[in-house]
Protein backbone atom coordinates (compact mmCIF):
# COMPACT_ATOMS: atom_id res chain seq x y z
CA UNK A 1 0.00 0.00 0.00
CA UNK A 2 1.34 3.27 -0.51
CA UNK A 3 0.82 6.08 1.51
CA UNK A 4 0.12 9.65 0.00
CA UNK A 5 3.00 12.20 0.50
CA UNK A 6 2.44 14.21 3.22
CA UNK A 7 1.39 17.69 2.59
CA UNK A 8 2.92 20.58 4.13
CA UNK A 9 1.35 24.46 4.17
CA UNK A 10 2.94 26.44 1.33
CA UNK A 11 5.96 28.87 2.15
CA UNK A 12 4.99 32.36 2.43
CA UNK A 13 7.18 34.79 -0.07
CA UNK A 14 10.25 36.37 1.39
CA UNK A 15 10.30 39.75 1.72
CA UNK A 16 12.85 42.49 2.75
CA UNK A 17 13.88 43.30 5.82
CA UNK A 18 13.47 46.88 6.67
CA UNK A 19 17.87 47.17 7.13
CA UNK A 20 18.11 46.25 3.35
CA UNK A 21 15.82 48.66 2.43
CA UNK A 22 17.82 50.95 4.22
CA UNK A 23 21.01 50.21 2.50
CA UNK A 24 19.44 49.94 -0.89
CA UNK A 25 18.65 53.30 -0.26
CA UNK A 26 21.83 54.61 1.00
CA UNK A 27 23.62 52.90 -1.87
CA UNK A 28 21.35 54.26 -4.67
CA UNK A 29 21.81 58.18 -3.05
CA UNK A 30 25.38 57.34 -3.14
CA UNK A 31 25.78 56.60 -6.90
CA UNK A 32 23.17 59.61 -7.30
CA UNK A 33 25.15 62.15 -5.30
CA UNK A 34 29.00 60.89 -7.25
CA UNK A 35 26.99 61.77 -10.80
CA UNK A 36 25.56 64.88 -9.36
CA UNK A 37 29.11 66.01 -8.20
CA UNK A 38 30.86 64.83 -11.75
CA UNK A 39 27.97 66.23 -13.86
CA UNK A 40 28.81 69.76 -11.04
CA UNK A 41 32.47 69.41 -11.66
CA UNK A 42 31.98 68.91 -15.69
CA UNK A 43 29.62 72.16 -16.39
CA UNK A 44 32.07 74.38 -13.48
CA UNK A 45 35.02 73.19 -16.22
CA UNK A 46 33.60 74.18 -19.03
CA UNK A 47 32.30 77.86 -17.52
CA UNK A 48 35.86 77.99 -16.64
CA UNK A 49 36.79 77.35 -20.22
CA UNK A 50 34.25 79.31 -21.88
CA UNK A 51 35.29 82.31 -19.54
CA UNK A 52 38.88 82.17 -20.28
CA UNK A 53 38.41 81.36 -23.95
CA UNK A 54 35.95 85.09 -23.79
CA UNK A 55 38.75 86.95 -22.04
CA UNK A 56 41.97 85.40 -24.44
CA UNK A 57 39.37 86.43 -27.01
CA UNK A 58 38.54 90.44 -25.36
CA UNK A 59 42.72 91.02 -25.08
CA UNK A 60 43.28 90.11 -28.47
CA UNK A 61 40.55 92.04 -29.43
CA UNK A 62 42.26 94.96 -27.36
CA UNK A 63 45.28 94.23 -28.68
CA UNK A 64 44.46 94.37 -32.36
CA UNK A 65 42.44 97.39 -31.76
CA UNK A 66 45.46 99.62 -30.62
CA UNK A 67 47.81 98.12 -33.13
CA UNK A 68 45.77 99.00 -35.57
CA UNK A 69 45.68 102.71 -34.91
CA UNK A 70 49.45 102.70 -34.42
CA UNK A 71 49.56 101.14 -38.00
CA UNK A 72 48.43 104.75 -39.34
CA UNK A 73 50.20 107.02 -36.92
CA UNK A 74 50.44 110.25 -38.54
CA UNK A 75 52.46 113.76 -37.08
CA UNK A 76 53.40 116.82 -38.87
CA UNK A 77 55.71 118.66 -37.17
CA UNK A 78 54.60 122.18 -38.21
CA UNK A 79 51.20 121.31 -36.92
CA UNK A 80 52.27 119.98 -33.24
CA UNK A 81 49.42 121.59 -31.31
CA UNK A 82 46.96 119.13 -33.44
CA UNK A 83 49.63 115.97 -33.94
CA UNK A 84 51.04 115.52 -30.51
CA UNK A 85 51.75 111.73 -29.22
CA UNK A 86 51.84 111.48 -25.79
CA UNK A 87 51.56 108.46 -23.46
CA UNK A 88 51.67 108.16 -19.15
CA UNK A 89 51.90 105.21 -16.86
CA UNK A 90 50.80 104.89 -13.04
CA UNK A 91 47.37 105.58 -11.77
CA UNK A 92 45.93 107.01 -14.80
CA UNK A 93 47.69 105.13 -17.88
CA UNK A 94 47.07 106.68 -21.37
CA UNK A 95 47.58 106.42 -25.21
CA UNK A 96 46.89 109.40 -27.01
CA UNK A 97 47.75 110.36 -30.83
CA UNK A 98 46.49 110.94 -34.17
CA UNK A 99 45.78 107.95 -37.19
CA UNK A 100 44.38 107.42 -40.15
CA UNK A 101 42.24 105.04 -39.41
CA UNK A 102 40.60 102.34 -41.58
CA UNK A 103 36.57 101.94 -42.34
CA UNK A 104 36.76 98.64 -40.22
CA UNK A 105 37.56 100.61 -37.62
CA UNK A 106 35.39 100.76 -34.08
CA UNK A 107 32.49 103.52 -34.45
CA UNK A 108 33.64 104.71 -37.88
CA UNK A 109 30.63 105.05 -39.19
CA UNK A 110 30.26 107.89 -36.82
CA UNK A 111 32.68 109.65 -38.35
CA UNK A 112 32.95 108.77 -41.95
CA UNK A 113 29.96 108.34 -44.48
CA UNK A 114 26.51 109.62 -45.33
CA UNK A 115 25.84 109.47 -40.81
CA UNK A 116 28.38 111.64 -40.18
CA UNK A 117 28.12 114.10 -43.35
CA UNK A 118 31.93 114.68 -43.74
CA UNK A 119 35.11 112.46 -43.45
CA UNK A 120 37.40 112.69 -40.57
CA UNK A 121 39.11 109.45 -41.37
CA UNK A 122 42.33 110.95 -40.09
CA UNK A 123 41.20 111.50 -35.75
CA UNK A 124 42.55 111.34 -32.29
CA UNK A 125 42.53 108.11 -30.42
CA UNK A 126 42.91 107.94 -26.72
CA UNK A 127 43.41 104.66 -24.76
CA UNK A 128 42.82 104.77 -20.69
CA UNK A 129 41.48 103.74 -17.82
CA UNK A 130 38.27 104.57 -16.27
CA UNK A 131 36.18 102.95 -12.88
CA UNK A 132 33.53 100.51 -14.23
CA UNK A 133 30.17 100.01 -12.45
CA UNK A 134 31.56 97.03 -10.25
CA UNK A 135 34.40 98.67 -9.14
CA UNK A 136 36.56 97.76 -11.19
CA UNK A 137 38.82 99.60 -13.96
CA UNK A 138 37.79 99.62 -17.65
CA UNK A 139 39.99 100.18 -20.57
CA UNK A 140 38.23 102.67 -22.81
CA UNK A 141 38.60 104.40 -25.91
CA UNK A 142 37.81 107.74 -27.22
CA UNK A 143 37.93 109.41 -30.50
CA UNK A 144 37.51 113.12 -31.93
CA UNK A 145 38.30 114.81 -35.14
CA UNK A 146 41.38 116.81 -34.79
CA UNK A 147 40.37 120.26 -35.15
CA UNK A 148 37.28 119.03 -32.66
CA UNK A 149 37.41 118.25 -29.05
CA UNK A 150 35.76 115.10 -28.05
CA UNK A 151 31.70 115.51 -28.16
CA UNK A 152 29.13 114.83 -25.48
CA UNK A 153 28.90 111.37 -26.43
CA UNK A 154 31.93 110.14 -26.74
CA UNK A 155 33.03 111.93 -23.20
CA UNK A 156 30.16 110.01 -21.13
CA UNK A 157 29.63 107.03 -23.63
CA UNK A 158 33.35 106.01 -24.47
CA UNK A 159 34.18 102.51 -26.08
CA UNK A 160 34.71 99.88 -23.35
CA UNK A 161 37.06 97.49 -24.71
CA UNK A 162 37.59 95.80 -21.94
CA UNK A 163 36.42 95.10 -18.37
CA UNK A 164 38.01 94.23 -14.99
CA UNK A 165 41.72 95.99 -16.44
CA UNK A 166 44.33 95.36 -13.48
CA UNK A 167 46.98 96.63 -15.43
CA UNK A 168 47.29 98.83 -18.57
CA UNK A 169 51.15 99.91 -19.48
CA UNK A 170 52.80 101.40 -22.23
CA UNK A 171 56.51 101.37 -22.94
CA UNK A 172 58.27 103.02 -25.41
CA UNK A 173 61.22 102.17 -27.12
CA UNK A 174 64.43 104.85 -27.77
CA UNK A 175 67.20 106.36 -25.81
CA UNK A 176 67.09 107.08 -22.07
CA UNK A 177 69.40 109.56 -20.02
CA UNK A 178 72.06 107.40 -20.32
CA UNK A 179 71.82 107.53 -24.01
CA UNK A 180 71.61 104.13 -24.69
CA UNK A 181 68.57 102.54 -26.41
CA UNK A 182 65.62 100.81 -24.26
CA UNK A 183 62.63 99.96 -22.75
CA UNK A 184 61.02 103.33 -20.81
CA UNK A 185 58.02 103.87 -19.01
CA UNK A 186 58.48 107.60 -18.51
CA UNK A 187 57.66 110.25 -21.49
CA UNK A 188 58.91 113.38 -20.95
CA UNK A 189 57.20 116.15 -22.70
CA UNK A 190 59.64 117.83 -24.30
CA UNK A 191 59.33 114.20 -26.44
CA UNK A 192 55.91 115.29 -27.89
CA UNK A 193 57.84 116.18 -31.15
CA UNK A 194 58.42 113.18 -32.07
CA UNK A 195 57.25 109.50 -32.78
CA UNK A 196 58.43 106.65 -30.74
CA UNK A 197 59.83 104.25 -33.00
CA UNK A 198 58.71 101.02 -30.89
CA UNK A 199 55.59 100.39 -28.70
CA UNK A 200 55.51 97.98 -26.22
CA UNK A 201 52.33 97.14 -24.37
CA UNK A 202 50.99 95.15 -20.82
CA UNK A 203 47.49 93.89 -20.47
CA UNK A 204 46.28 92.71 -17.56
CA UNK A 205 42.81 91.42 -17.53
CA UNK A 206 41.00 90.19 -14.28
CA UNK A 207 39.14 86.78 -14.85
CA UNK A 208 35.26 86.96 -15.56
CA UNK A 209 34.49 85.03 -12.33
CA UNK A 210 33.29 85.84 -9.22
CA UNK A 211 35.81 83.35 -7.52
CA UNK A 212 38.76 85.48 -6.12
CA UNK A 213 41.25 82.88 -6.67
CA UNK A 214 40.62 82.84 -10.32
CA UNK A 215 43.94 83.80 -12.25
CA UNK A 216 44.33 86.57 -14.13
CA UNK A 217 45.02 86.80 -17.91
CA UNK A 218 47.90 88.89 -19.28
CA UNK A 219 49.83 89.40 -22.80
CA UNK A 220 51.98 91.95 -24.05
CA UNK A 221 52.53 92.89 -27.67
CA UNK A 222 55.48 95.27 -29.71
CA UNK A 223 54.51 97.02 -31.83
CA UNK A 224 56.57 98.94 -34.98
CA UNK A 225 55.54 101.87 -35.78
CA UNK A 226 55.96 102.33 -39.39
CA UNK A 227 55.19 106.30 -39.47
CA UNK A 228 57.52 108.99 -39.18
CA UNK A 229 56.84 112.67 -38.04
CA UNK A 230 56.61 114.77 -41.29
CA UNK A 231 59.60 117.41 -40.99
CA UNK A 232 58.91 120.95 -41.66
CA UNK A 233 60.75 121.08 -44.64
CA UNK A 234 58.38 118.33 -46.40
CA UNK A 235 55.77 119.74 -45.19
CA UNK A 236 55.58 123.50 -46.13
CA UNK A 237 57.37 122.36 -49.75
CA UNK A 238 60.30 124.78 -48.46
CA UNK A 239 63.85 124.05 -48.27
CA UNK A 240 66.93 121.43 -49.63
CA UNK A 241 64.84 118.37 -51.39
CA UNK A 242 61.43 120.14 -51.34
CA UNK A 243 60.56 118.42 -54.44
CA UNK A 244 61.68 114.80 -53.26
CA UNK A 245 63.48 113.62 -50.62
CA UNK A 246 67.01 114.95 -51.71
CA UNK A 247 68.88 116.01 -48.72
CA UNK A 248 65.87 115.26 -46.57
CA UNK A 249 66.01 111.55 -47.09
CA UNK A 250 67.85 110.96 -43.90
CA UNK A 251 64.89 111.93 -42.08
CA UNK A 252 63.02 109.02 -42.62
CA UNK A 253 64.39 106.12 -41.44
CA UNK A 254 62.98 102.86 -40.79
CA UNK A 255 62.93 102.18 -36.91
CA UNK A 256 65.40 99.84 -35.84
CA UNK A 257 64.45 96.12 -33.58
CA UNK A 258 65.64 95.48 -30.31
CA UNK A 259 67.88 92.70 -29.36
CA UNK A 260 65.28 89.89 -28.76
CA UNK A 261 62.10 91.88 -29.60
CA UNK A 262 59.52 89.74 -31.54
Known amino acids: MILPPTSRPP ?3 RAFTLIEIMMAVMVFSLVIGAIYATWA ?3 RASEVGRQAAAQAQ ?8 IGDALMGVESFQASQQYYWFKLANGDEPFLSFVSHLPESYPRSLKFVGEAA ?4 SSRRVTFSLAPGAAGEKDLILRQSP ?3 DVDDDEQKYPLVLAKNVKAFTIEWWGTNELNEAAWST ?9 IPQMLRVRLVMGANSSDPNAPDFSATRIYTVPSQMMPVQL ?3 TGPGANGLGGLGGLLQPPTSPTGAK
Open 58 to 65: RQRVVLRT
Open 186 to 194: EWDDSQTNT
Open 235 to 237: QRG
Open 146 to 148: ILL
Open 41 to 43: LVM
Open 11 to 13: RPP
Open 117 to 120: GHDT
